[in-house]
């Protein structure tokens, strides 16, 4: 969810994410974007290397895709390879998180890390190549003001 949250990867970015795309010590993740043919590094926030580190810890990824399925049984059963399986999970934890009170999709995640920044003070062309989009139309349909 952090990925997704504080960085705004689409659903196809992390599910070609690979365990050596991701530099612990130098806390930064390359990922490639398919959408635009282009390789991004981004430095990680400290939430998101929290969670990775307990994530490989706990799962034990040492190579290939970093995110993998795991079974009712908390056993790998390998990796994740498609964007619908990544919309899956996020359905099922805040499913769990929220108690069916909200339904977010991998999607609106992207929309809630493009209003974040925004919020920040991220310019709209720092969103867009922060987001890989290659129009600042496409930045805007993602920022959104939270009165509406």
Not at 25 to 36: E, L
Not at 77 to 96: H, L, Y
Request: with cysteine; charged share 30%.
């Amino acid at each position: 969810m952090h990925i997704l949250l504080d960085h705004g990867l689409r659903r196809s970015e992390i599910v070609g994410l690979e365990i050596d795309n991701v530099d612990m010590t130098k806390g930064v993740m390359k990922f490639y974007r398919s959408k635009t043919d282009t390789w991004t590094t981004v430095k990680l926030t400290d939430a998101t290397m929290a969670a990775l580190k307990e994530y490989v810890e706990k799962d034990g990824v040492q190579r290939g895709a970093l995110i993998q399925s795991v079974n009712k049984g908390d056993n790998v059963e390998g990796p994740i390879k498609s964007g619908v399986a990544i919309n899956n999970i996020v359905k099922r934890v805040v499913r769990d998180i929220l108690k069916n009170e909200v339904e977010i999709s991998a999607h609106d995640c992207r929309h809630y890390w493009a209003t974040k920044r925004a919020e920040e003070g991220a310019t709209a062309l720092q969103l867009m190549r922060e987001g890989g989009w290659s129009s600042l139309n496409s930045v805007m349909i993602y920022i959104h003001d939270k009165a509406t």
